[in-house]
Structures are given as structure tokens and as C-alpha cells.
């Protein structure tokens, strides 16, 4: 029988609606609810902070233009590392380019490594983060199809795929690869149970209570 797998709060935590997505208190509530750790989504301004959130727009600015001044409430990348490195798995989404040589820094300034992947919907960034370290544990997003043949032509350690994607012949092709498999977005206990039937190495939810009780 395969081992439980890695429970990740997507964003932290989504479905408790006074704690904002993306923030300490949604990261805290994901590893109070019991998960392993959490993804989380990182973005770069025009003043070079390497800032955590997901959409393009905060607070009708948008996060590429963003001035130094400016979204100062948004978590930096530094701050989640510093806090959370040593107690949790965390999977570092970057939505953007430009951004890879800041992580790499970061993650050796904080001495990270095990126990987190950096990952990308954009193969670019996946291919310029192996660039600049082999060592670095990259993943690479899939929702379609036609994308896991970018992930089958480099072999990169994860798979991180739309749960529509997973089958247990596609997590027995990633492991005989070399590569883990973690699901995504998860919020149904039931496909939770089967994906964990099947071998996946990591399931993420919005729902990280029903993650955490549906493998107490």
C-alpha cells in the first residue's frame, strides 16, 4: 500500500472566509487544520519585491507596476521562508518570468534543502530555474493534456497536475520517471481517498480541515 500522502492547503486556506487567501493567517490555519504545508503564488513588482499573491491586480494596482510604496501589505517571499521553512513543505508557485534568480537566493539563504518545490505553469521558468541550480526541486503545472508531454521530455522531479489529469497509470508513469505527483485542487473527500489509492505523493486543497480529517 503506498504511503499517505503530502497535505497542502492551496493558498493556505480558501474556504474560511475571514482569513484572506495567500496570507500568515491563512498559512497558519492550513497547518493548524493539520496539513503538511501549503502552495502559495508569488509575483515581482517594479521595484523588484518578490511579493506573495495570485492575481495580477491588487487593490486596482497592478502587481508588475507596483512602486515600493505601494501593496506593503502583501507578504513577501523572504518572510514566508523565514517563518515557515523550518515547520512546513511549501510549493513556491511563480505566475511570472524574472523572478528565478531572487528564489534561488532565497533558498539558499535559508538553507532549504528538502521539503519544497518551486513551481511554475511556465516551462521558461521551470528550464531557467534548472539553469541556475541543479539542485533546485522544480515542478511543473499541468491543467491540459498536451502539457504533460512538456513534463515527459525533461523529467523534472514533480508533477504537479489538474486532479482531471490523474489516473493511477499516469502516477505509476511519474514515479517509474523518478518524478512525484502531487493533485491538485482537491476538495472532495472522496477523490482525496482515491488519488491516495492510486499513489499520489501530495494532494492540495482549499479545504484543508476536510484535507486533514479525510487522513486523521
Known amino acids: 500500500m503506498p504511503g499517505p500522502p503530502l497535505l497542502l492547503g492551496h493558498r493556505g486556506c480558501r474556504v474560511n472566509g475571514r482569513v484572506p487567501e495567500n496570507t500568515p493567517a491563512s498559512f ?11 502552495e502559495f503564488d508569488v509575483r515581482l513588482t517594479s521595484a523588484g519585491l518578490s511579493v506573495v499573491c495570485h492575481d495580477p491586480e491588487v487593490d486596482g494596482v497592478m502587481v508588475c507596476q507596483a512602486a515600493a510604496d505601494q501593496l506593503v501589505h502583501l507578504p513577501l517571499l523572504d518572510d514566508v521562508l523565514q517563518r515557515y521553512a523550518p515547520q512546513a513543505f511549501l510549493d513556491i508557485e511563480l505566475k511570472v518570468q524574472n523572478l528565478e534568480s531572487k528564489v534561488v537566493t532565497s533558498l539558499r539563504e535559508y538553507r532549504m534543502e528538502e521539503n519544497y518545490v518551486v513551481s511554475s505553469f511556465l516551462p521558461e521558468v521551470v528550464m531557467e530555474l534548472k539553469t541556475r541550480s541543479a539542485k533546485i526541486h522544480v515542478g511543473i503545472i499541468c491543467d491540459q493534456q498536451a502539457e504533460l508531454a512538456y513534463w515527459r521530455e525533461h523529467n523534472f522531479e514533480y508533477l504537479i497536475s489538474h486532479y482531471t489529469l490523474v489516473t493511477r497509470s499516469l502516477v505509476q508513469e511519474a514515479h517509474n520517471a523518478g518524478s512525484k505527483l502531487l493533485a491538485w485542487t482537491v476538495n472532495d473527500g472522496k477523490a482525496m481517498l482515491l488519488l491516495a489509492d492510486w499513489g499520489v505523493d501530495g494532494i492540495i486543497s482549499d479545504d484543508t480541515k476536510l484535507l486533514a480529517q479525510t487522513f486523521a
Open 28 to 38: 497558519d490555519l492550513a497547518l493548524a487544520d493539520g496539513c503538511d504545508g501549503f
